[in-house]
């Protein structure tokens, strides 16, 4: 089974522009989850979508947003970029096992705001 | 403070040694305890995935889980340098249907290096 994927890999804005990150999930997972990934935050939720519809969302603002589309894919959306947004953005996959998620993630998406 | 703490380390050992990774945590909601090994540059790879006290073995990794001491750990036995990463744990509760709703709440990472 193919892995988690993540496009772009890598990503240099500047401030004040907009950025859209994709990721597809493993064939059969229905939710997708985001997370930021920084040296002084470490990893940090973003949001999690299951069936199109966003279940849980971190505390991030507003700029930070998301979608899903039907066939589990995901992107998340950042506007008005800050430099502060520079970060490994991760994605993951998750199934229920029946008793707890498993969740799986991609290789990530580098941005970076100049 | 934070949910989850762990040592950042860096934590050196020789090839061959028996290597222990620690995170306490403060919510007792948490249910669900996973370990995610980390390289340079790539995305967390799944090692150990458990949600009850106790011991699980998986090889050479062995996670723990003491609930009423809120303390989780990790020992890799026999470690080679190809273990050399970053070791994150994390944790989630368990919500109505048992699902986590995608938010698990991580450590920072320990830095391991396994020297031949």
């Known amino acids: 089974k193919a892995g988690v994927t993540q496009t772009p890999r890598y990503l240099i804005k500047t401030r004040g522009q907009q950025v859209t990150l994709s990721c597809s999930p493993i064939?059969?997972?229905?939710?997708v989850s985001w997370y930021q990934q920084t040296p002084g935050q470490g990893l940090q939720f973003l949001f999690e979508?299951?069936?199109?519809?966003?279940?849980n969302k971190g505390n991030f603002p507003g700029r930070f947003s998301g979608r899903q589309f039907s066939n589990s894919r995901s992107e998340m959306n950042v506007s008005t970029l800050e430099l502060g947004d520079s970060a490994l953005y991760l994605c993951?996959?998750?199934?229920?096992?029946?008793?707890?998620?498993?969740?799986?993630f991609g290789p990530g998406t580098r941005l970076t705001v100049t | 403070q934070k949910e989850v703490e762990q040592d950042p380390g860096p934590l050196s050992v020789p090839e061959g040694a028996i290597v222990s990774l620690n995170c306490t945590y403060s919510n007792s909601a948490f249910q669900y305890f996973m370990w995610y090994r980390q390289y340079s540059r790539k995305g967390p790879e799944l090692l150990m995935y458990?949600?009850?006290?106790g011991n699980k073995e998986d090889g050479r990794f062995t996670a723990q889980v003491d609930k009423s001491s809120k303390y989780i750990s990790l020992f890799i036995r026999d470690s080679q340098p190809s273990d050399s990463a970053t070791y994150l744990c994390a944790m989630s509760p368990m919500n109505a249907g048992g699902t986590s709703y995608g938010k698990l709440t991580f450590g920072q990472g320990t830095i391991l290096t396994v020297h031949p």
């Open positions: 993951a996959s998750s199934f229920w096992t029946g008793q707890g998620d498993e969740q799986y």
């Open positions: 064939s059969g997972h229905r939710s």
């Open positions: 979508y299951f069936s199109e519809t966003q279940r």
């Open positions: 458990t949600y009850s006290s």
